[in-house]
Structure formats: C-alpha cells, structure tokens
C-alpha cells in the first residue's frame, strides 16, 4: 500500500518516539503506532472523496430563486391595511367629499371667503328640492373682521340635464383690503388698505349642449361702498394717495353687469384634475346706474391643462390668465374693480392684490406627485404683468416666482394647500383651502 506523504502523520511518530523515551507508551504500543497512521490515512482519503448530493438539490442558483418563489406563493393572503391607511382613504373617499359638497342639513362652513381675508368659519344649510332646486346659505367670518352671508337656489339638472340655472343673493364686508396703487410700478412701501362693503344679487343660466361645454350669461346688480381701511398697521389709501390716483373713491357707484360666457370642462377626477382640460372665455359688460358714466367692458380667459404619467400618479398642469378692459372715453374704471395679482392663487411670491391694473396676463405651470394616499407635492413657477395698456404686456416685464408645495386631497377635491414660494418679493408662506386651479 502506498501511504501518501501527509505532514499530519509526522506529528503521530514524533509523539511515539517522545512518549517511548519518556517512558509513558510502552515498547507494544509504541508497536501498534504504525495502525495510527494507517487510521490517519484513511480519514484522509475519505475526506478527499467527493459528498453525496442530495436528489432534488437545485442545480443551479436560478433555479433555486425558482423554487423559493413557489413556495411563497402557496401562503399568500388577502393585503389586510393598517388603521393609518384605512383612515387616509376614507380621508380621501368619504370626508372630503363631504365637506366641499355638503349633503342636505347643518354643515359648518370652513374656508376663506375671500383673498387675504383669513381662515373663515360659520354656519351653513343645504335643502334639497326647494322649488325644484337646491337652496344653499351661510355665514361666515374670520378674526381679521372678514365676514360674508350668502344664499344660492340652484337647478343643475333642467331640461334633462341640457340646462341649469342658479340665482343668488350675497352681501359682505371686508375691512382691511391692501392697496399698492396701480400699475406694474407699484411699490409695496406704499401698502395702504380699505374698506369695501358690497351687496349682490344675480341670476346665472346656461345651456349645456354636451356634458363638457356651458354657453349661458349672468346678470348682476352690484352696490360697492368704501371706506377707511381697519389695520392699524397700515395707513389707509387716502393718506397716501392722491383722489385722482383712485378712481371711483369719491363717486359712489351702482353697477349693472351683463356677462355671456363659454365654459369646456373636459378635466377629470372633476374637483382635483389629473388629465383633461378646463377653457373658459368671458365678455361682461359693467353699466354704471349712478349717474356717473362709468362703465366699462372686460374680457376674461382662462385656459388650465392637465398631463399625467406613470398610472396619474404624475401629474403636468399649466394655465394661462388673461384679464382686458376697454373703458371708453372720459370713463373712468373703479380702482377695486380691477383684476389683480399676487397672493396664493396667482403670483405666490407676492402679497396678496400686489399689482392691479385694467389689463392682466399670467402664466402657471406645477409638476405634481404623489407621495402617501391623500397627500400630493408639487413644485410651481408663476409669472404675469399687468399694464394700463395691452402694447405695455410684455414678458420680459413679467413678475416671476417659483416654489414647491402639499396638497392634501384626493378625487373629491384639495381641502388644504400649502405653498411656500420664492422669489419676487418672497419667500413666503401660503396655507389655503382649494387647489390653486
């Protein structure tokens, strides 16, 4: 037999030879060491020797991912949601849609009623099938002395759904107004503020010859009144400006309005839209009824689009605003009437009613995302002008600002935004009720 030469047996002899000097391993064991060493060697070579492998060992490392996959799939089991998830969705399905539209009886009324005017809150009431319409009312104030009552009868659905028709009733107050004076010049040292009070009631009417377009007018009557602002921390507009650089502060007026309109709203989820279109073009016509012949045209446009990706889970919004007024003549345009920029819904990195002037334009554009069920980013750029004159809009004159922002909602509307924007003259800090558009 051939032994292989092995380091490992040496140490077993030179142990024999040691303990037979030493006198410990008598000369007959010390005999029996060579059967040591071929016990050793036959150790070795079955160590050299190849294991068994079992039959059904994978053979290889895909194969293995194979069979562990399969034997997963034999204990699955139905998703069981946690009590925060479950609680977001009903969130989304079920409060929400409740508070924005409201169902017959008491509702609280949450909300602003007006730009700069605070957080509001007040009673409401909703009766179903009141002359064939839904009647609606509240009231509501804020802790800046902003208040409003309003009531609205409403028949969404005449004519088969091809007509519907709502008249209403409206009066409120709002003490503190800022006011910059007019122009894209303004400076915001000179923020002033006002009183307006104003009562209401009109009647609007359409037609709605496919689920996705309105073509109908509204008529109004509206009685303005002015006064000296209530923010003691601002004086108010007389004290900085001059009468001639606030038309309609001395005369007191009494307006008419006759507006006809065309509304396409091909957007969807309706209230907080993912994908679609929402294009709206306005011609009004104010008729001053004070004696004071100062009436004036106005044409509004409003064009809002909306892209999605990735499931709606991604969502491109943009919007272009156009505001134009023609007063003829010596007539003079009411400075409140104006259309204005600035504040959470238009120019984000300014005050609210910044710029106002009798034409406007403005873009908007926000990249929206989203993040948990109920709770959406973005990230938004503005930027407009306004201009005494239409040869005067100009982009390179445009105010610009961007930002990012949260909204949290769902396919029943947005019930809380908020912004923070930088740039013009920011950053600054909006929270507000609604979606921007």
């Known amino acids: 037999m051939n032994r292989p030469s092995n380091a490992a047996a040496l140490p077993l002899r030179a142990a024999c030879l040691l303990a037979l000097a030493a006198g410990v391993l008598s000369p007959a064991a010390a005999v029996a060491a060579p059967d040591l060493e071929r016990v050793v060697d036959l150790q070795q070579a079955a160590a050299a020797q190849p294991q068994p492998v079992a039959a059904d060992a994978p053979a290889t490392r895909a194969e293995a991912w194979r069979r562990l996959r399969a034997e997963k799939s034999t204990h699955l089991h139905a998703y069981v949601p ?3 998830e479950k609680f977001a969705v009903r969130f989304e399905d079920e409060i929400i849609p409740r508070l924005t539209t409201p169902r017959s009886g008491i509702f609280p009324f949450v909300g602003r009623i007006t730009s700069g005017g605070g957080f509001a809150l007040g009673p409401g009431y909703r009766l179903l099938n009141v002359a064939g319409g839904d009647w609606t009312s509240y009231g509501a104030g ?3 002395g902003y208040w409003q009552i309003e009531s609205r009868l409403t028949w969404p ?8 028709a709502t008249a209403y009733g409206r009066y409120f107050r709002f003490p503190r107004e800022d006011f910059y004076g007019i122009g894209p010049a303004s400076d915001r040292a000179d923020r002033t503020d006002f009183d307006l009070r104003q009562g209401t009631v009109g009647v609007t009417a359409a037609l ?8 109908g007018g509204t008529t109004e ?11 003691n921390k601002v004086p108010n507009a007389t004290q900085i400006f001059s009468l001639d650089q606030l038309p309609g502060w001395v005369e007191q007026h009494d307006f008419v309005k006759v507006e006809g309109f065309a509304d396409a709203h091909t957007a969807e989820p309706f209230m907080n839209p993912r994908k679609g279109g929402k294009y709206r073009v306005a011609l009004a016509r104010y008729s001053d009824r004070s004696g004071n012949e100062d009436g ?13 990706i990735l499931n709606e889970r991604r969502v491109f919004a943009v919007r272009a605003l156009g505001s134009f007024s023609d007063v003829a003549g010596g007539a003079e345009m009411p400075f409140y009437l ?3 920029l600035g504040g959470g819904q238009t120019l984000r990195g300014f005050r609210d009613f910044r710029f106002r002037d009798r034409h406007l334009l403005a873009v908007q554009a926000e990249y929206r995302f989203e993040i948990l069920t109920a709770l959406d980013g973005a990230i938004f750029y503005d930027a407009g002008q306004v201009a005494p004159r239409l040869d005067r809009l100009r982009w390179r004159d445009f105010e610009r600002d961007w930002g990012f922002g949260l909204r949290f909602g769902g396919n029943g509307g947005v019930f809380l935004r908020l912004d923070l924007a930088y740039g013009g003259e920011g950053p600054r800090t909006w929270l507000r009720f609604g979606h921007v558009f």
Do not use: E, N
């Open 142 to 144: 804020s802790l800046k």
């Open 338 to 340: 104006m259309r204005t």
């Open 208 to 215: 709605r010859p496919t689920p996705w377009l309105s073509v």
């Open 296 to 308: 004036f045209t106005r044409v509004d446009v409003d064009v809002q689009q909306y892209v999605s």
């Open 221 to 231: 009557y509206l009685r303005p009144r002015l006064g000296p602002g209530g923010d």
């Open 157 to 164: 659905r005449l004519a088969g759904g091809r007509a519907f």
């Open 82 to 84: 946690k009590a925060v």
